[in-house]
T-cell receptor
Framework: GQNIDQPTEMTATEGAIVQINCTYQ??????LFWYQQHAGEAPTFLSY????GLEEKGRFSSFLSRSKGYSYLLLKELQMKDSASYLC????????????FGQGTTLQVKP | GAVVSQHPSRVICKSGTSVKIECRSL??????MFWYRQFPKQSLMLMAT?????????EQGVEKDKFLINHASLTLSTLTVTSAHPEDSSFYIC?????????????FGPGTRLTVL
């Protein structure tokens, strides 16, 4: 079956660093996406990993280990506006673009 | 990328009525669109893959006769919730598949909040 796991909730302090983990078991793998979603809004793209290693983009970085079925999203210098849900999604097939989403991690940034 | 719009943004209807939600790709001709449903504090659940000019592909457990999908043009897909009931109240989001990362990348619409009384 297909399974993607993320912690349900996390809390961190403004200015700190937080790591959101995602483990997956899927039939086929063609990349892993991280999306940010504010309440009542559409998800917005943050990062994409298809090869092992770390991808850095400003304050956000994403890591992938395909052998371990594991990824994490690292957020540095947290800001209040980073309070949102973070969705991990795996692309199993390259033909259709279909994504399988994890349940999402709700991050609350406190002053 | 692609700019995606949805209409309406919010809709309230009575139980037993049907509701149509539109998803438009404003700057990209989309052969494939996706429809998701999201319940409060939960993640996106894929309902179906909408294919231009052919029948939609529904995910397991999604009733195709209840959730009618029409993708008659490269810029418009519609989702009709027939005989809506309170348990159908949810946030419905569409996305457009654009060639890019990992073959295809998804760009999401702003969502439609459906409340069934």
């Amino acid at each position: 079956g297909q399974n993607i796991d993320q912690p349900t909730e996390m809390t961190a302090t403004e200015g700190a660093i937080v790591q959101i983990n995602c483990t997956y078991q899927t039939s086929g793998f063609n990349g892993l996406f991280w999306y940010q979603q504010h309440a009542g809004e559409a998800p917005t793209f943050l990062s994409y990993n298809v090869l092992d290693g770390l991808e850095e983009k400003g304050r956000f970085s994403s890591f992938l280990s395909r052998s371990k079925g594991y990824s994490y999203l690292l957020l540095k210098e947290l800001q209040m506006k980073d309070s949102a849900s973070y969705l991990c999604a795996v692309k199993g097939s390259s033909n259709t673009g279909k994504l399988i989403f994890g349940q999402g991690t709700t991050l609350q940034v406190k002053p | 990328g692609a700019v995606v719009s949805q209409h309406p943004s919010r809709v309230i209807c009575k139980s037993g009525t049907s509701v149509k939600i539109e998803c438009r790709s404003l700057d990209f001709q989309a052969t494939t669109m996706f429809w998701y449903r999201q319940f409060p504090k939960q993640s996106l659940m894929l309902m179906a893959t909408s294919n231009e000019g052919s029948k939609a592909t529904y995910e397991q457990g999604v009733e195709k006769d209840k959730f009618l999908i029409n993708h008659a043009s490269l810029t418009l897909s519609t989702l009709t919730v027939t005989s809506a009931h309170p348990e159908d109240s949810s946030f419905y989001i569409c996305s457009v598949a654009v060639p890019g990362l990992a073959g295809y990348e998804q760009f999401f619409g702003p969502g439609t909040r459906l409340t069934v009384l």
